[in-house]
């Protein structure tokens, strides 16, 4: 059944925003800027609002953390939102994750290996074994987290124009270690939840071929299959990741074409991934929901704003982050509307009527405030009208942006009578990954470069963790 949020508010909205929460019926109050992680570009330039209230009513959304969670959070986003300590933390995490020598690899230094398992990895990983993922996850739900993403981080990033190189004996071996490990992760998470995967984790030989636009290979074939016919069985959702331009329309069409098998009977197992910064991504997508009407099978998307941005061309991305919050709302809107805008318009249109829209399930994978409370108005509308809603889940990722997945935690507890549609349910997930800490070295990297992009979000949710804290400690006395 879908569940609605309908959060009670704290004081009054901006002067800017009064038409628009009262056409919305209580809608969420005042503007709240920021900037997605899973789906952050360094488009991003610094948030000079204050401290944003919060969306739901008492307790304080941060109060469902634990204590030592909160702590970690508040010191790794003190260190994010602080360019003279970032910068060396992040060269730090360069040569943790690329360098060649024993001393700095933490597979073979024990030391560097706690260090940074307790700190950044504990921030963002859910864990190198089953029996740590499986407490991760359990930790998230006692949270109220309905479900988790779970991505196996084994991932192959490489520079722009390089070349791109693998011994022949090497292929077999990448492509069975990678099947083994997306194996791994759907067995690690349950039925409701969902798999986040990447084909580059394949190795070079697959990347190849994606770059290429050639089909997979059978081991390719096999290994995917497998995990979908998994997934299908068991209520999982796999969300196959967006990744560097050069791979992207291969795996747009591999994914695609897994969909059009999966999809069926208005159940999505396989999730794209589209990402709003692309200039190209408005026109894509509306490609795909043409095939998927014409073919009739449900399209699948995890929206997201973008993460390639530092090892991709800057031409393929708009000009500013305020023309990517538009693409992005507005793609959103269109989606859950079923209804074609400006910004996703039809492939094929008459003078006298647009195509429909085929059955959709989104994945808003956003840690922007503004863009939740505008999904969350749109929700609300449909629901006093009696329209049927679509499949929608939100998402962010472990360690960033608890302020907001607690806050719609708590706007759905607040609202019990309101929670049930008639089509599912809209759940809060937190995205993590798993592996070896070495594996999710170029992970965390990304992670950590995400937040240099965005050093007015990151400040505001290190204050937000402050006054938190703070909170917890004077109630002690």
């Known amino acids: 059944m879908k569940h609605l949020l309908r959060p009670r508010l704290l004081g009054a ?24 992680s899973i789906d952050n570009t360094t488009l991003q330039t610094p948030d000079t609002h204050p401290p944003r209230p919060s969306i739901t009513a008492t307790p304080p959304p941060l109060s469902l953390l634990a204590l030592p969670t909160l702590i970690r959070s508040y010191l790794i986003s003190a260190i994010s939102a602080t360019p003279i300590l970032l910068t060396p933390s992040l060269w730090i995490l360069s040569l943790l994750a690329h360098s060649k020598s024993p001393f700095w690899q ?14 950044i990895y504990a921030q963002f990983c859910a864990g190198e074994t089953p029996s740590e993922v499986k407490r ?67 190795g070079p030989s697959v990347v190849k071929r994606l770059i290429g636009k050639l089909p997979p290979t059978a081991a390719v074939s096999q290994a995917m299959k497998e995990v979908c016919d998994h997934a299908q069985n068991t209520g999982i959702k796999l969300l196959w990741d967006a990744e560097q331009n050069a791979v992207q329309p291969g795996i747009d069409q591999w994914t695609l074409d897994l969909q059009r098998e999966y999809n069926r009977d208005g159940v999505a197992v396989v999730y794209g991934t589209y990402q709003a910064y692309a ?95 505008k999904a969350v108005a749109i929700l609300q509308e449909q629901r006093r009208t009696g329209q049927e809603l679509i499949d929608l889940s939100y998402a962010q990722l472990m360690g960033m942006a608890d302020d907001l997945g607690t806050e719609l935690i708590l706007a759905g507890k607040s609202s019990p009578g309101v929670t049930q549609a008639k089509t599912g349910s809209s759940k809060t997930f937190k995205y993590t990954a798993w592996g070896s800490v ?37 109630s002690r006395f």
């Not at 909205?13 to 997605?36: D, E, I, K, Q």
């Not at 992670?447 to 703070?470: H, P, V």
């Open 13 to 36: 909205p901006s002067l800017s925003h009064t038409r628009y929460l009262h056409r919305t019926s209580h809608a969420l109050n005042s503007h709240l800027a920021g900037a997605t």
């Open 438 to 474: 070495r594996e999710c070295l170029k992970y965390l990297l990304r992670r950590a470069e995400e937040n240099k992009g965005s050093l007015g979000r990151t400040r505001i949710g290190r204050l937000a963790l402050g006054k938190e804290l703070r909170r917890r400690l004077l």
């Open 106 to 119: 933490v597979e073979h230094n024990r030391l560097l290996h706690y260090i940074v398992k307790k700190t």
């Open 279 to 373: 200039i190209s991504t408005p026109q894509l997508l509306a490609q795909h929901l043409a095939i998927a009407h014409r073919e009739g099978f449900t399209l699948g998307i995890k929206l997201v704003r973008g993460a390639y941005m530092g090892s991709d061309p800057r031409r393929l991305f708009w000009a500013s982050k305020a023309e990517t919050d538009r693409v992005h709302d507005k793609i959103a809107e269109a989606l859950i509307r079923k209804e074609w805008n400006e910004v996703l318009r039809p492939i094929e249109e008459t003078d006298r009527q647009k195509p429909a829209f085929p059955n959709v399930s989104l994945v808003l994978a956003t840690h922007n405030h503004e863009s939740v409370r």
């Open 136 to 202: 991760t996850a359990t930790e998230l739900r006692k949270t109220g987290y309905q479900g988790v993403v779970l991505n196996y981080a084994k991932e192959l990033v490489f520079d722009k124009g390089a070349p791109i190189e693998q011994n022949k004996h090497d292929e077999a071996k990448d492509i069975e270690d990678w099947h083994r490990g997306l194996l791994k992760t759907v067995n690690l998470v349950g039925h409701g939840d969902c798999a986040a995967l990447k084909f580059s984790g394949a």
